[in-house]
């Protein structure tokens, strides 16, 4: 089944910093993987398994790089205080980061001896369920906005130690910016962002103060992007910081709460929703910037988008050169299942499940 090693290269294991002795000791495993390893090393017995991981969607395979890792790194056993590698005793087939996979089908298969891997079950399949979910999500906003970028800004909305792994997932399926360094690590890049509030609150709520004092100091690191909905009044701000930064200024970000209705459309009410950031409002920014003058300053729509909203946005034409994704890229589930198929080459798994060859796995390294 297995195939040559393939040219498409994989991440070092040691870019996850996994916690390895903590994981070879199944400090993060479910409790019955670990007695299930004790147990057969305890009565030496060493069955030779062929493990088989899938899922049930239609997604894009992440994590697979750092599974792969967890089983380099943390498989094997202990001998009188000493950790011996079980690595080199298994055979590991697999996909790729980034892979198109379809519902049931194999991503990855580990053959050797069950009592090395077998307390690292939690870990891999944690891993896969987590990188992949971020992956499917973000490539479903990126096919959504048709070629504009996507902005991958859900960092506040999480735990801090998902960071590294989720941004490079989402670097993989698209993004093009991500908001904290932490995100950007695993490819070499760096976080971007815009002018916040808290900025903004800082100077006293004066937007074009805050974001004239931001541009001076960082224009030639970023493009500066300015948030113009500190007044609720995204058109007047807008052009009010286009005139102060002039070329420095890369573009606004609007964020109307999805609550409120933006003072410049107050004379336009009746016809179209009016709250948060609405096509209409999008609009009427686009036009008084280039009535202005101000042709190349981009909008950067943000606050409650998702995939279906963005294509709304695209199918109407609304005028958006980028969006800013938060809390949706995050929810949702796209879970791993791994199974025994084989004993000693022999078809051995549970009813309604059975071994599925798959060309298309990899021989891993």
Request: charged share 25%.
């Amino acid at each position: 089944m297995a195939t040559q090693a393939s040219t498409r290269r994989r991440l070092d294991p040691d870019i996850f910093r996994l916690p390895v002795e903590r994981i070879r000791g199944g400090y993060y495993s479910d409790a019955y993987f670990v007695y299930t390893k004790q147990l057969l090393e305890t009565e030496d017995y060493h069955p030779r398994v062929t493990m088989q991981v899938f899922q049930k969607h239609e997604s894009l395979l992440g994590g697979i790089d750092e599974a792969i890792a967890v089983l380099k790194l943390c498989s094997g056993h202990g001998d009188h205080g000493t950790w011996v590698s079980g690595w080199e005793e298994l055979e590991v087939n697999a996909l790729h980061e980034g892979d198109e996979i379809s519902p049931l089908e194999t991503v990855m298969t580990i053959e050797g001896d069950y009592s090395l891997f077998a307390h690292l079950e939690t870990v891999y399949l944690g891993s896969l369920a987590r990188r992949s979910l971020i992956m499917h999500n973000v490539r479903e906003v990126v096919e959504a906005a048709r070629g504009k970028q996507i902005f991958y800004f859900p960092a506040r909305h999480d735990h801090w130690l998902v960071q590294t792994g989720d941004g490079y997932s989402a670097h993989v399926a698209g993004a093009i910016g991500v908001s904290t360094d932490a995100q950007a690590s695993w490819w070499g890049g760096r976080g971007i962002g815009t002018v916040p509030h808290g900025l903004i609150a800082a100077y006293g709520g004066d937007t074009v103060k805050a974001a004239s004092v931001f541009a001076e100091r960082f224009h030639d690191e970023m493009n500066v992007t300015v948030l113009v909905d500190f007044e609720n009044d995204s058109l007047r701000t807008t052009l009010e910081v286009a005139e102060a930064l002039g070329p420095r200024l890369w573009g606004v970000r609007l964020d109307t709460s999805e609550d409120m209705v933006d003072r410049s459309l107050l004379d336009e009410l009746g016809g179209f929703r009016p709250t948060g950031v609405n096509p209409r409002l999008v609009e009427k920014v686009r036009g008084g910037l280039d009535a202005a003058g101000f042709l190349d300053v981009r909008i950067v729509a943000s606050g409650g988008f998702n995939a279906q909203r963005i294509r709304e946005f695209e199918e109407n034409g609304v005028p958006v050169d980028a969006y800013g994704v938060g809390s949706s890229l995050i929810r949702g589930d796209n879970d791993f299942t791994a199974d025994v198929v084989l004993l000693d080459g022999r078809p051995c798994a549970k009813a309604g499940r059975h071994y599925r060859p798959n060309p298309r796995l990899e021989r891993v390294a």
